[in-house]
Nanobody, 127 residues
Framework: QVQLVESGGGLVQAGGSLRLSCAAA????????MGWFRQAPGKEREFVSA????????YYAESVRGRFTISRDNTKNTGNLQMNSLKPEDTAVYYC????????????????????WGQGTQVTVSS
């Protein structure tokens, strides 16, 4: 199993940037497909981005494509989400998640496919 801890959240003005990190401990991080999700108050948790085990393939929700960049460093057991051109609608608690089993491409955005979750980090974008 793996334990995940997010960091890097905070308050930023619209148009600004933040870089979230996800530190993993336990099993080798390279054993897990990694995703980022977010949850705004009163809303369901939604998919943001995902990256394959080696980091060779990445996937994005349409709402963040072109503004966010996901990456991972398996040698350091970390994953990152670079968020640029932030908008007030990006305000949410952001979670990193890890999945051990292979998924079909349309499953990457399904929370039920991920086995481990971090505690979340708050991102607030002011207008």
């Amino acid at each position: 199993q793996v334990q995940l801890v997010e960091s890097g959240g905070g308050l930023v003005q619209a148009g600004g940037s933040l870089r979230l990190s996800c530190a993993a401990a336990g099993d080798p991080f390279s054993s897990y497909f990694m995703g980022w999700f977010r949850q705004a108050p009163g809303k369901e948790r939604e998919f943001v981005s995902a990256i394959s085990w080696s980091g060779g393939r990445s996937y994005y929700a349409e709402s963040v494509r072109g503004r966010f960049t996901i990456s991972r460093d398996n040698t350091k057991n970390t994953g990152n989400l670079q968020m640029n051109s932030l908008k007030p609608e990006d305000t949410a608690v952001y979670y990193c998640a890890a999945a051990r089993s292979p998924m079909l491409i349309w499953e990457y955005g399904s929370t039920s496919k991920y086995d481990y979750w971090g505690q979340g980090t708050q991102v607030t974008v002011s207008s």
